[in-house]
T-cell receptor, first 114, second 112 residues
């Protein structure tokens, strides 16, 4: 079946540093990938839509200069949290659609900023 | 604004009970409704519903969609402790960009 690989699964970083999260489609090409954020005991909130070869589309309220998205190939999208602060601590999940109606999620990245 | 609302927010039942989880939605261009189970990590797919009135089943789980009343239910019969999780409902819209709008989730706890 379609697999989306995400890593790292867990990262702890110091406040002010940047963290890169990778999302790869392993056995299919994904022109579009999605990045979600989930705070404790809350649902998944879409942050941005990553488009291969073009700029990402950000949801309202998400700072594009803080959450940099790069989708340079058909199998890889990256999310970089720049100048991370403790309030950025969250669970970040990517997803892609291997087929017209399929949605596959990565395993998620738990980010803790100290 | 598009909304997906789930109820109840949390539910605690005894093993063996049957539960019904609800999801209602208000979206502009509905395409499909999806149910996911989330334990400690990323959500795992349960069902995708596109047509009204057709029940989908997988073991003890089943789900049905009512596009006229804009809601879906997820049933779990003979619950087990392994069913304890957060159940998420999500709606995909027909804008060609395939993004999902998630509900708040229902936290289900099964007591042995």
């Amino acid at each position: 079946g379609a697999v989306v690989s995400q890593h790292p699964s867990r990262v702890i970083c110091k406040s002010g540093t940047s963290v890169k999260i990778e999302c790869r489609s392993l056995d299919f090409q994904a022109t579009t990938m999605f990045w979600y954020r989930q705070f404790p005991k809350q649902s998944l909130m879409l942050m941005a839509t990553s488009n291969e070869g073009s700029k990402a589309t950000y949801e309202q309220g998400v700072e594009k200069d803080k959450f940099l998205i790069n989708h340079a190939s058909l199998t890889l999208s990256t999310l970089t949290v720049t100048s991370a602060h403790p309030e950025d601590s969250s669970f970040y999940i990517c997803s892609a659609t291997p087929g017209i109606y399929g949605y596959t999620f990565g395993s998620g990245t738990r980010l803790t900023v100290v | 604004e598009d909304k997906v609302v789930q109820s109840p927010l949390s539910l605690v039942v005894h093993e063996g009970d049957t539960v019904t989880l609800n999801c209602s939605y208000e979206v502009t261009n509905f395409r499909s409704l999806l149910w996911y189970k989330q334990e400690k990590k990323a959500p795992t797919f349960l069902f995708m519903l596109t047509s009204s009135g057709i029940e989908k089943k997988s073991g003890r789980l089943s789900s049905i969609l009512d596009k006229k009343e804009l809601f879906s239910i997820l049933n779990i019969t003979a619950t087990q402790t392994g069913d304890s999780a957060v159940y998420l409902c999500a709606v995909a819209e027909d804008f060609g960009n395939e993004k999902l709008t998630f509900g708040t989730g229902t936290r289900l706890t099964i007591i042995p």
